[in-house]
T-cell receptor, first 109, second 115 residues
Framework: AQRVTQPEKLLSVFKGAPVELKCNYSYSGSPELFWYVQYSRQRLQLLLRHISRESIKGFTADLNKGETSFHLKKPFAQEEDSAMYYCALITSGTYKYIFGTGTRLKVLA | EPEVTQTPSHQVTQMGQEVILRCVPISNHLYFYWYRQILGQKVEFLVSFYNNEISEKSEIFDDQFSVERPDGSNFTLKIRSTKLEDSAMYFC?????????????FGQGTRLTVV
């Protein structure tokens, strides 16, 4: 079965603290994973994708095939990081996304 | 920067009425999608559209739903006879070529409220 799991609905951290948003997946083929972010009242925006191994706004994510995980990390959270974060798996063929349920990150001053 | 545009931003309709949600994808994109998000739940795939036909649809996308790309620019989702459970945020997305490594771009969503 193709599935993405984000176990935390809400994660609250203090400004300057490290952040880790968890994502686990189930996919029979070779996975391609993305993180999308949705700031308040805005559209879903790509944050980063597994294939490019980039760091955007200080966030990184490493694909761990052994643990079937793609956790999102940032060493020092900023207040502007407060948003909804979605982990997504892209399928072969039609390239549709399978989304996790999302984690709301609240960064407290 | 080009964007996917959706109209209206909010639609209220009576149960049993037909609604059409409109999307203008990014102009050189080839793949088009509709997703929906019921309040408090995850974003779910509805349908994908490529080369002027549906390439995949989910179980949610039953006979009440249809999609069209009538004029080469707009991409519409029609719900023939709305039900209360159709109330949700509907997102349109488009993507260009590039296989699985290319991301989709999302519209800002249409909030559909069925009363």
């Amino acid at each position: 079965a193709q599935r993405v799991t984000q176990p935390e609905k809400l994660l609250s951290v203090f400004k300057g603290a490290p952040v880790e948003l968890k994502c686990n997946y189930s996919y029979s083929g070779s996975p391609e994973l993305f993180w999308y972010v949705q700031y308040s009242r805005q559209r879903l925006q790509l944050l980063l994708r597994h294939i490019s191994r980039e760091s955007i706004k200080g966030f990184t994510a490493d694909l761990n095939k052994g643990e079937t995980s793609f956790h999102l990390k940032k060493p020092f959270a900023q207040e502007e990081d407060s948003a909804m974060y979605y982990c997504a798996l892209i399928t072969s063929g039609t390239y549709k996304y399978i989304f996790g349920t999302g984690t709301r990150l609240k960064v407290l001053a | 920067e080009p964007e996917v545009t959706q109209t209206p931003s909010h639609q209220v309709t009576q149960m049993g009425q037909e609604v059409i949600l409109r999307c203008v994808p990014i102009s050189n994109h080839l793949y088009f999608y509709w997703y929906r998000q019921i309040l408090g739940q995850k974003v779910e795939f509805l349908v994908s559209f490529y080369n002027n036909e549906i390439s995949e649809k989910s179980e949610i996308f039953d006979d009440q739903f249809s999609v069209e790309r009538p004029d080469g620019s707009n991409f519409t989702l029609k719900i023939r006879s709305t039900k209360l459970e159709d109330s949700a945020m509907y997102f349109c997305a488009s993507r260009g070529i590039g296989g699985r490594y290319t991301e989709a771009f999302f519209g800002q969503g249409t909030r559909l409220t069925v009363v």
